[in-house]
């Protein structure tokens, strides 16, 4: 029980922290098919379990191909009827649409 949840809070750690831009990760699932531990159990502290686990989890991350996903916002923009050509241009250098 020790191990798992030395494992869990290895986890916990990685998404929170994130591994390509140091911020949290979503819909992420490591599957832990083996592990061997040492039988001492002063080799098997946290101190020692987590950081190994934590390098293992983000090496199969990186392993993964992973990507970053942009964000996406929905704006709703007012202004006089002569700024509107402006308001486009500054949406199009910036990656934005307009959707009537």
Do not use: W
């Not at 020790?2 to 819909?27: E, H, T």
């Not at 191909?65 to 910036?94: C, F, K, T, W």
């Amino acid at each position: 029980q020790d191990a798992k949840d030395n494992i869990i809070s290895a986890f916990m750690q990685v998404v929170s922290q994130g591994i390509l831009v140091n911020s949290p990760m979503r819909g992420v699932c490591f599957e832990l098919i083996d592990a061997k531990f040492h039988a001492d159990t002063v080799h098997r502290r946290p101190n020692s379990v987590v950081p190994a686990a934590m390098k293992a989890m983000r090496g199969a991350f990186l392993m993964a191909d992973p990507i970053l996903v942009e964000p996406m916002y929905q704006i709703d923009v007012r202004g006089a009827p002569g700024s509107l050509n402006a308001v486009y241009s500054i949406l199009g250098r910036r990656s934005g649409i307009v959707v009537d």
